[in-house]
Structures are given as structure tokens and as C-alpha cells.
């Protein structure tokens, strides 16, 4: 199992599992607005997903 961001809920990663994603690295093409659309995907949830993304891109260049 993946380690995902401190500040996302159960609810959340069951969104995101259902919907296919199972590591963050997947997220980084995904738009925000389709995980927004994800049931039980919450604004606590986005802000640390898209904390997380933002530093694994500063990390990768």
C-alpha cells in the first residue's frame, strides 16, 4: 500500500483507489478538478495532494 500525504482521510484514498490511483506519482498528469470530482475527495484532502505533488516536482528537476 501507498504512502499517501498526511491529511488525507479514508474516505479520500477509497476515492482514489477506486478511481484507479494507487501511487501519488499517478496524479501528477491528473487535473485537480477530476480528483475534486471524486466522491468522498474533500478541500482538506486536494490541499495535501496538491502540497505533495508540488514538492515531488521541485524534487524532480
Same mark, same amino acid.
Given at each position: @500500500?501507498? #504512502?499517501?500525504?498526511?491529511? %488525507? &482521510?479514508?474516505? *479520500?484514498? +477509497?476515492?482514489?483507489? *477506486?478511481a484507479g490511483y494507487? =501511487?501519488? #506519482? =499517478?496524479?501528477?498528469? %491528473?487535473?485537480?478538478?477530476?480528483? $475534486?470530482?471524486? /466522491?468522498g475527495m474533500g478541500?482538506? &484532502?486536494?490541499?495535501? @495532494? #496538491?502540497?505533495a505533488l508540488n #514538492?515531488? +516536482? $521541485? /524534487?524532480?528537476?
Amino acid at each position: @500500500m501507498t #504512502e499517501w500525504p498526511k491529511g %488525507v &482521510a479514508k474516505p *479520500a484514498i +477509497r476515492a482514489l483507489n *477506486a478511481a484507479g490511483y494507487t =501511487q501519488l #506519482e =499517478q496524479l501528477e498528469k %491528473v487535473d485537480l478538478s477530476t480528483l $475534486k470530482n471524486l /466522491h468522498g475527495m474533500g478541500p482538506k &484532502a486536494l490541499a495535501a @495532494m #496538491e502540497a505533495a505533488l508540488n #514538492e515531488s +516536482r $521541485k /524534487h524532480s528537476e
